[in-house]
């Protein structure tokens, strides 16, 4: 899976933000905010990467258990999902 390249990742003010645009911007009105987890996720789903890379790499960056991991990456996939931030 890959992030959606119609979403840009920008810095504001300290806070990471994706900011939706060509097509998506059209779909989506807003912008997306992401968390310290959510930005090392979003810096792997540039690369392209499986589900499973990126639970790594939550256990890697974080003293995190497995299950914890697993748990907060499903959440996150989810959710980008459901906005249509992953190309899969």
């Given at each position: 899976?890959k992030?959606n390249?119609?979403?840009?990742?920008?810095?504001?003010a300290?806070?990471?933000?994706?900011?939706?645009?060509?097509?998506?911007?059209?779909?989506?009105?807003?912008?997306?905010?992401?968390?310290?987890?959510?930005?090392?996720?979003?810096?792997?789903?540039?690369?392209?990467?499986?589900?499973e890379?990126?639970?790594?790499?939550?256990?890697?960056?974080?003293e995190?258990?497995?299950?914890t991991?697993?748990?907060d990456?499903?959440?996150?996939?989810?959710?980008?999902?459901?906005?249509?931030?992953?190309e899969?």
């Amino acid at each position: 899976m890959k992030a959606n390249k119609n979403f840009m990742l920008r810095e504001v003010a300290g806070e990471h933000i994706l900011i939706p645009v060509n097509e998506a911007a059209k779909k989506l009105y807003g912008l997306i905010t992401l968390n310290d987890s959510g930005l090392l996720l979003w810096n792997r789903l540039q690369e392209g990467c499986t589900q499973e890379e990126l639970i790594q790499a939550m256990l890697d960056e974080y003293e995190v258990d497995r299950e914890t991991a697993e748990r907060d990456t499903e959440t996150f996939l989810q959710k980008m999902r459901e906005i249509e931030l992953l190309e899969e």
